[in-house]
């Protein structure tokens, strides 16, 4: 009988365990998964954080409460370049021809590399968390808001996490696959409020800010965490941006994973 349609959950395992001690031997993209969202918490937070405290609040505002949510996105978006490095490098090397030739659940191959990686980002967002209570952040969510925040990041890094997948596979090369997520790390995260709220932002950049997906998103996980006031719906809409981002970055991947080459 054919382990296509009896041990898909058993070739799905096979495959997150593959990739997760490709992680193990190669820790170098996982540390700077970790290193980015630290260096720009350490860099906004507690170096200029004075400076962004005096210009956007002045004694009543707490920066650090105010740039947590926006690092907790980042800290999902730098966790991009890990999987989409690791697909192209399994297609370019051949290691997914070979994998066609075996008698398997054909999914798991992608399957996998979206779980390890998704298993990567939650602990690196756990990680980013601690740091943060530790130099000072206090959130004042209840334990309901809490379950909230935890679910819009499990699925915001299951969107991305595909997202990522997907552009990996169109990448021709590692070095491509690195370069291409880069506006995932730093274009959006810069050009939305993650540092600074909209109204203190040009004209232009305020419109691209409030239309793009991250700030829905940042300005819901702030208004949970810290009770800050949002729009009506907002929430809503940062669970569509999810699951608009997933069911491309999916189709997207499946597409060109099933069609056998990178370009």
Same mark, same amino acid.
């Given at each position: 009988?054919?382990?296509?349609?009896?041990? =898909?959950?058993?070739?799905?395992?096979?495959?997150?365990?593959?990739?997760?001690?490709?992680?193990?031997?190669?820790?170098?993209?996982?540390?700077?998964?970790?290193?980015?969202?630290?260096?720009?918490? &350490? &860099?906004?937070?507690?170096?200029?954080?004075?400076?962004?405290?005096?210009?956007?609040?002045?004694?009543?505002?707490?920066?650090?409460? *105010?740039?947590?949510?926006?690092?907790?996105?980042?800290?999902?978006?730098?966790?991009?370049?890990?999987?989409?490095?690791?697909?192209?490098?399994?297609?370019?090397?051949?290691?997914? %021809?070979?994998?066609?030739?075996?008698?398997?659940?054909?999914?798991?191959?992608?399957?996998?590399?979206?779980?390890?990686?998704?298993?990567?980002?939650?602990?690196?967002?756990?990680?980013?968390?601690?740091?943060?209570?530790?130099?000072?952040?206090?959130?004042?969510?209840?334990?309901?808001?809490?379950?909230?925040?935890?679910?819009?990041?499990?699925?915001?890094?299951? %969107?991305?996490?595909?997202?990522?997948?997907? &552009?990996?596979?169109?990448? @021709?090369?590692?070095?491509?696959?690195?370069?291409?997520?880069? =506006?995932?790390?730093?274009?959006?995260?810069?050009?939305?409020?993650?540092?600074? =709220?909209?109204?203190?932002?040009?004209?232009? &950049?305020?419109?691209?800010?409030?239309?793009?997906?991250?700030?829905?998103?940042?300005?819901?996980?702030?208004?949970?965490?810290?009770?800050?006031?949002?729009?009506?719906?907002?929430?809503?809409? %940062?669970? %569509?941006?999810?699951?608009?981002?997933?069911?491309?970055? *999916?189709?997207?991947?499946? @597409?060109? *994973?099933?069609?056998?080459?990178?370009?």
């Amino acid at each position: 009988m054919s382990t296509t349609t009896v041990h =898909p959950m058993a070739d799905i395992n096979t495959m997150l365990r593959r990739n997760l001690r490709h992680a193990q031997r190669y820790p170098g993209v996982s540390i700077g998964t970790l290193a980015m969202p630290v260096i720009m918490l &350490l &860099l906004f937070g507690v170096v200029f954080g004075k400076t962004f405290k005096a210009g956007l609040g002045g004694a009543g505002f707490d920066y650090i409460d *105010y740039l947590i949510p926006g690092i907790l996105l980042l800290t999902v978006t730098s966790g991009t370049m890990g999987p989409a490095i690791a697909v192209c490098t399994d297609m370019t090397e051949g290691i997914v %021809a070979r994998f066609r030739t075996m008698s398997m659940f054909r999914p798991a191959v992608l399957t996998g590399a979206v779980l390890g990686s998704m298993l990567q980002i939650l602990a690196s967002l756990a990680l980013v968390l601690g740091f943060a209570l530790a130099i000072g952040f206090r959130p004042n969510a209840s334990f309901g808001d809490w379950l909230l925040v935890i679910g819009l990041l499990v699925a915001l890094t299951f %969107a991305f996490t595909w997202l990522a997948v997907a &552009l990996g596979l169109v990448s @021709k090369t590692p070095e491509g696959a690195s370069n291409i997520v880069l =506006p995932l790390n730093l274009l959006f995260p810069f050009l939305s409020t993650t540092f600074i =709220p909209l109204d203190a932002m040009p004209k232009g &950049l305020r419109w691209f800010a409030e239309y793009q997906p991250f700030t829905p998103i940042i300005e819901t996980l702030r208004h949970l965490l810290i009770g800050t006031p949002t729009d009506t719906g907002e929430g809503w809409v %940062a669970l %569509a941006w999810c699951f608009a981002i997933a069911v491309v970055g *999916y189709f997207w991947a499946q @597409k060109n *994973y099933n069609k056998g080459t990178v370009a």
